[in-house]
C-alpha cells in the first residue's frame, strides 16, 4: 500500500490562517480537509444592543479590504427596516465606494498573493527586481483603490463619510474629474494584466460546484440590486428569501462557518469569476473584450480562472468609475448625496452587496428605538470554504491519477486555494 500525506500549516500568502490536509492512499485521495484556525470574531454578538447609528462603523471592522462592502451592506439592512429610497446621485457614490475596495482588492491578490505562485518565487519582492515596471504599476493601482476610497468615503478603509440615507460629505467636481484622469491613466495597465494572468496556464479542471453572483438586467452589479443568481442550477431568489436558498452549517475540522444551496445540497462559489459568469454580457466594452481574448466567457467553471476574471474586473472598474466621475462631475445624476429624511422603526431588514470576494448578506432586527436585536453576516469566505473543499479533492484525485509527486500535488493545491482569495480572518462567527 502506497500512502501519501500532505499537510500545509499555516497557508502563506492569504488573508487569515488555515490549514490544508491530504492524504492519498493507493492513488485515492481518502482525506481532503481545509482547515480555518481564525478564532471567533463574534461581531454578530458585538452588535446587540447597539445603536443602528454604530453598527456600520463596527461592522466595517469585519474586514480591512472589504471595509467600504460591509459598511455599506449594513447600511442597505438599515434602510430596508426603515424604509428609505436614496438618490440615484448616492447609488452612483455607493457604488464608486464598492470598486475602490474592489481595485484594493484584486491589486493586492493578484499581484502580491497569486503571481508569485505562477512566476516561481515565494513573495512578491522578487518581481521588484524582475520587473520593476510591473511592481510599480501594482502599487499605483492599489494605491488608486486607496485614493478613491479615501475621497469617497473619507479614509482607505473604515469609511465615515457613508450613513444612512446618503453621505455626510462629497468631493468637489475638480475632484471627481482628478480621479477620473487618474482612473483612466491605469487602464493600458490593467489590459495587459489580464494577458498576464492569462498567459500563466492552469491546471484544467472544473468546479462541480454551483456559483453565486448578484444580478440585474442590463448591469454588472455590485450594489443596488436585490436579486441574486445560482448561475449552474439557474435559481433566482431575493435577498430577503437569503435563507430558504443558503444553509450554513459547521464542520468539525475547522472554525470556519460554511455554506451550501439548500435544495441540492451543493456547495457553490461566490467570487469574481460568479459575476463574470453571471453577467458577462454587461461587463463594459474594453473587459468584455479583454474577457474573450483571454477566453474568459460562460461558461468558465474552473475555479482557477478567478485570477483572470479579478483582473478582468480591475479593468471594468476602471472604465466603469471613470464614468460615473465623470458624470458626478457634471451633476449628471438626480438628487443631492446629502442624508434623506428617515423615521426610526423597528422591523428585520437584510442588505446585499458584491464585496471584492463575492456575495456579501447582513440581516438586522431593529426593536423600536433603532437598537440591534439580532445580527447576520454570511461572508464570501464562508460561502466558498466548502466548495474549496471540493474543489481541492477534485484537484489532488486529478494529479494522483497521473502519478504527480507529492511536492506538486501540494503546490498545485496552494495554488487552488489562492485562486479563490480567501479571507479566513472573514469567514468564522
Not at 94 to 114: D, M
Not at 191 to 197: G, N, P, R, T
Not at 324 to 339: D, H, I, M, Q
Not at 372 to 401: F, G, H, W
Request: hydrophobic share 40%.
Amino acid at each position: 500500500m502506497t500512502r501519501k500525506s500532505i499537510d500545509v500549516e499555516h497557508l502563506a500568502r492569504i488573508e487569515g490562517h488555515g490549514d490544508i490536509h491530504l492524504e492519498i492512499q493507493d492513488g485515492t485521495v481518502t482525506r481532503c480537509e481545509f482547515s480555518v484556525t481564525e478564532a471567533a470574531r463574534l461581531f454578530e454578538s458585538m452588535v446587540r444592543g447597539r445603536p443602528f447609528q454604530d453598527v456600520p462603523y463596527i461592522a466595517s471592522r469585519v474586514c480591512g479590504i472589504c471595509s467600504a462592502s460591509h459598511t455599506l451592506t449594513d447600511i442597505l439592512a438599515i434602510e430596508d427596516i426603515f424604509g428609505v429610497t436614496v438618490t440615484e446621485r448616492t447609488r452612483a457614490i455607493r457604488e464608486l465606494l464598492v470598486y475602490g475596495s474592489f481595485l484594493q482588492n484584486h491589486a493586492t491578490h493578484l499581484f502580491v498573493f497569486a503571481a508569485p505562485d505562477f512566476l516561481g518565487h515565494k513573495s512578491v519582492f522578487p518581481l521588484e527586481e524582475a520587473d520593476p515596471a510591473t511592481f510599480q504599476n501594482a502599487l499605483a493601482l492599489k494605491g488608486l483603490g486607496n485614493e478613491l476610497c479615501t475621497k469617497i468615503g473619507g479614509r482607505s478603509i473604515h469609511p465615515i463619510t457613508a450613513v444612512v440615507g446618503g453621505f455626510t460629505s462629497e468631493v468637489s467636481s475638480d475632484e471627481y474629474l482628478r480621479l477620473a484622469d487618474q482612473l483612466e491613466q491605469m487602464i493600458d495597465f490593467a489590459l495587459a494584466s489580464v494577458d498576464l494572468f492569462d498567459g500563466f496556464g492552469a491546471t484544467d479542471i472544473q468546479t462541480e460546484g454551483d456559483m453565486l453572483a448578484m444580478v440585474e438586467e442590463g448591469a454588472y452589479p455590485v450594489i443596488g440590486s436585490d436579486q441574486a443568481l445560482f448561475v449552474r442550477s439557474g435559481i433566482r431568489f431575493a435577498a430577503h428569501d437569503y435563507q430558504d436558498h443558503i444553509e450554513e452549517y459547521a464542520v468539525g475540522h475547522s472554525a470556519a462557518y460554511l455554506a451550501r444551496e439548500r435544495s441540492q445540497n451543493r456547495p457553490y462559489m461566490a467570487c469574481a469569476l460568479s459575476r463574470v459568469n453571471a453577467s458577462w454580457d454587461n461587463l463594459t466594452e474594453p473587459a468584455r473584450f479583454a474577457a474573450a481574448k483571454a477566453g474568459l466567457r460562460p461558461p468558465e467553471l474552473n475555479p482557477f480562472a478567478n485570477n483572470v476574471a479579478q483582473a478582468v474586473e480591475v479593468v471594468d472598474a476602471l472604465v466603469r468609475c471613470a464614468a460615473v466621475c465623470r458624470k458626478l462631475a457634471t451633476n449628471g445624476y438626480e438628487g443631492s448625496s446629502e442624508p434623506v429624511a428617515f423615521q426610526v422603526r423597528a422591523g428585520k431588514g437584510v442588505g446585499f452587496t458584491e464585496a471584492p470576494r463575492g456575495a456579501l448578506f447582513h440581516e438586522l432586527e431593529l426593536d423600536e428605538s433603532g437598537h440591534v436585536i439580532t445580527a447576520n453576516i454570511i461572508t464570501p469566505t464562508s460561502q466558498n470554504i466548502a466548495n474549496v473543499e471540493a474543489d481541492m479533492r477534485l484537484l489532488a484525485q486529478k494529479l494522483a491519477d497521473e502519478g504527480a509527486a507529492a511536492d506538486t500535488i501540494r503546490l498545485e493545491v496552494e495554488k487552488l486555494v489562492r485562486a479563490y482569495d480567501p479571507c479566513l480572518s472573514c469567514s468564522v462567527h
